[in-house]
């Protein structure tokens, strides 16, 4: 069965280091996201993506975060100058379309420690 | 703004019965999908199940069903013959109207008790 993969599965780094944090949607897929989870906090929304652009951000995307879809397969979140709050599981997750059900499969998640 | 609240942080069940976990929902639209995301130790987010809101028949997947109801903006998760690895936690989400993005509850601890 298809699945969303993420990589790197845990990332160490030190303050106002950028990371890139890898993904690779399900093939058919059309819709991209990320979202993260700070420990024993719930999961929150970041950005979606769709059509090679922002769809829509939530206000924790703020400037030292950009995503990409560089080759048609990876989508990719990148944060610019990570700061300690930022340490959080990341999780990537897509659909396929509007009027397939809506649900978002999500892939294993990184799980971001910044020092 | 839609929002989703789960009010039992943590729940207990003894292996092979059932347990419910609650969950209630605040929308003023008329079309939207709800789901149950299952988050086990390894923090994996994991599909339990989806219910459509046009839907009035409650969705069922093997041992989970749910309990929809829509005019109380009510969706709660039974789980029967409850096993060990059913031990997780237990996030509610909404999908709906105009965004596009999951909107989850603070979620609920299953344990299971062998």
């Not at chain 2, 639209?29 to 219910?51: G, T």
């Not at chain 2, 009035?56 to 690895?85: C, H, M, P, W, Y």
Request: charge should be negative; glycine fraction near 6%.
């Amino acid at each position: 069965e298809p699945e969303v993969t993420q990589t790197p599965s845990h990332q160490v780094t030190q303050m106002g280091q950028e990371v890139i944090l890898r993904c690779v949607p399900i093939s058919n897929h059309l819709y991209f996201y990320w979202y993260r989870q700070i420990l024993g906090q719930k999961v929150e929304f970041l950005v979606s993506f769709y059509n090679n652009e922002i769809s829509e951000k939530s206000e924790i995307f703020d400037d030292q975060f950009s995503v990409e879809r560089p080759d048609g397969s990876n989508f990719t979140l990148k944060i610019r100058s990570t700061k300690l709050e930022d340490s959080a599981m990341y999780f990537c997750a897509s659909r396929y379309q509007t009027g397939s059900g809506e649900t978002q499969y999500f892939g294993p998640g990184t799980r971001l420690l910044v020092l | 703004a839609q929002t989703v609240t789960q009010s039992q942080p943590e729940m207990s069940v003894q292996e092979a019965e059932t347990v419910t976990l609650s969950c209630t929902y605040d929308t003023s639209e008329s079309d939207y999908y709800l789901f149950w995301y299952k988050q086990p130790p390894s923090r994996q987010m994991i599909l339990v199940i989806r219910q459509e809101a046009y839907k009035q028949q409650n969705a069922t997947e093997n041992r989970f069903s749910v309990n929809f109801q829509k005019a109380a903006k009510s969706f709660s998760l039974k789980i029967s013959d409850s096993q060990l690895g059913d031990a997780a936690m237990y996030f509610c989400a909404y999908y709906g109207g105009s965004q596009g993005n999951l909107i989850f509850g603070k979620g609920t601890k299953l344990s299971v008790k062998p």
